[in-house]
Nanobody, 125 residues
Framework: QVQLVESGGGSVQAGGSLRLSCSAS????????MGWFRQAPGKERERIAT???????RYTDSVKGRFTISKDNAKNTLYLDMNSLKPEDTAMYYC???????????????????WGQGTLVTVSS
């Protein structure tokens, strides 16, 4: 069983930055496909960034150039650095994991077996 715990959310003005962290409980964390997702009120949960076990990353268009996903395998921690934040980035942010099988970014959201509890990001204009 993998347990994920997010932290780092908060309130920030437009143009500001935040760093989200996701701590994982499993020592084989490095072999998982990890992702950051977000869900705004009244909207479906969307995938925003993933990182494969080999370190390759991929982003949804709306965050490219502003957000960076990274991981520290020694610390079993996933990060999301968010810069140039916009009011439309306001959402609950979740980290999630799935066992690596060659598919990461394109994997259906339902195949991510492990989820954190979420951390709220609010961006004011």
């Amino acid at each position: 069983q993998v347990q994920l715990v997010e932290s780092g959310g908060g309130s920030v003005q437009a143009g500001g930055s935040l760093r989200l962290s996701c701590s994982a409980s499993v020592y084989t964390y490095s072999s998982y496909c990890m992702g950051w997702f977000r869900q705004a009120p009244g909207k479906e949960r969307e995938r925003i960034a993933t990182i494969r076990s080999d370190g390759r990353t991929r982003y949804t268009d709306s965050v490219k150039g502003r957000f960076t996903i990274s991981k520290d395998n020694a610390k079993n921690t996933l990060y999301l650095d968010m810069n140039s934040l916009k009011p439309e980035d306001t959402a609950m942010y979740y980290c999630a994991a799935r066992r690596s099988d060659g598919i990461c970014y394109l994997a259906h959201i339902s195949t991510y077996a492990y989820w954190g509890q979420g951390t709220l990001v609010t961006v004011s204009s």
